[in-house]
DNA sequence: CACCTAACGTAATCATTCT
DNA sequence: AGAATGATTACGTTAGGTG
């Protein structure tokens, strides 16, 4: 995973969530949703998930692992004319932007966030799962958050870093 | 043991909301 | 317009199951 080894025995018991294996029959629809459109966009991963009997998130991370291994068609548009490509007809991709509609927090929500983000920046799923229950939003969402905010952190370090080399710069 | 793959991490980016 | 921030992607790593 990263840089740093996880190991902290004080995450929260099970880390992970305990690996979904998918029935032939679940794998058989996922793989011709696959070949039909591998980039489906919200409802269409939630409607795989209903028919599947799984979760959207499930289906997010079979997407992904599967995108990532089996090489497909990747339409980087770079090679594709964007001034002649234009003329395609009925086709438009579909996933016009249809993503998970955003969701905003309440100031409370954030606190409880933030607080268990300063107890801990790494959850594990069943954490996750509690404090999604307490504040009434989707584990996934949950997740989502803390992985943003990390980020941000990291960021937002190293530009303190950066800032604090160019004073010194300036000054020297 | 090696192999497969779901779960999960970061980094970059897209997209929406708010100021 | 630009800052904040939630959602999605590519890509790499880790862990749990199977031959």
């Known amino acids: ?7 902290e025995k004080t995450m929260a018991t099970k880390c992970r969530r305990s ?3 998918f029935t032939e029959e679940q794998l058989k629809i996922l793989v011709q949703a696959f070949s039909q459109n591998p980039y489906p966009g919200y409802t269409a991963k939630q409607r795989l998930a209903v028919e599947i009997n799984t ?9 992904q692992n599967r995108r990532a291994r089996h090489g497909f ?15 395609s007809p009925k086709e ?13 927090y ?16 790494y959850h594990g799923v069943d954490s996750r ?16 958050w803390f992985q943003n905010r ?6 937002q370090r190293k530009r303190g870093l950066e800032e604090a080399l160019d004073q010194r710069q300036n000054q020297g």
């Open 1 to 7: 995973m990263g840089q740093d080894s996880p190991s």
């Open 150 to 155: 990390r980020s941000r952190l990291r960021i």
């Open 92 to 104: 438009k991709i579909q996933d016009g932007r249809d993503r998970r509609c955003r969701t905003s």
């Open 19 to 21: 690996s979904t294996s």
């Open 106 to 121: 309440t100031s409370s929500q954030l606190q409880t966030l933030k607080n268990a983000f300063t107890e801990n920046p």
């Open 55 to 63: 979760e959207e998130s499930r289906i997010q991370i079979w997407f």
């Open 73 to 87: 068609l990747k339409r980087t548009e770079k090679n594709l004319d964007p001034s002649k490509d234009h003329a």
């Open 129 to 144: 799962e509690q404090l999604a229950e307490e504040i009434g939003v989707p584990e996934s969402s949950v997740q989502i």
